[in-house]
């Protein structure tokens, strides 16, 4: 069974950080292209970070303050974000694409308020 389980939301304050970790299972993790995805309220969803291989790449919203890394031995994703702002506040899903599978975790809240 594919397995998505994302953690590390909470309560931040602006200017503070966060680490956002998700723990895959179910498939064969080290090959599949690997996204964090966000929905802010009453908002659709946006594209936020991916890695692919040991290519990068990040929404101009949030370059130079979030980084996205991966354990492939851990079959882990990471989401470092810096400087977080209030509209940074959202749900952050976790996203594993390979061609045409796609699977998705359920998401963990990041709420950013003084």
């Known amino acids: 069974e594919v397995q998505l389980v994302e953690s590390g939301g909470g309560l931040v304050q602006p200017g503070g950080p966060l680490l956002l970790s998700c723990a895959a299972s179910?498939?064969?993790?080290?090959?599949?292209?690997m996204m964090w995805v966000r929905q802010a309220p009453g908002k659709g969803l946006e594209w936020v970070s991916g890695?692919?291989?040991?290519?990068?790449y990040y929404a101009d919203s949030v370059k130079g303050r979030f980084t996205i890394s991966r354990d492939n031995a851990k079959n882990l994703v990471y989401l470092q974000m810096n400087n977080l702002k209030p509209e940074d506040t959202a749900v952050y899903y976790c996203?594993?694409?390979?061609?045409?599978?796609?699977?998705w975790g359920q998401g963990t809240q990041v709420t950013v308020s003084s």
């Open positions: 996203n594993a694409i390979l061609f045409f599978e796609n699977y």
């Open positions: 179910g498939f064969t993790f080290s090959i599949y292209s």
């Open positions: 890695i692919s291989g040991d290519s990068t």
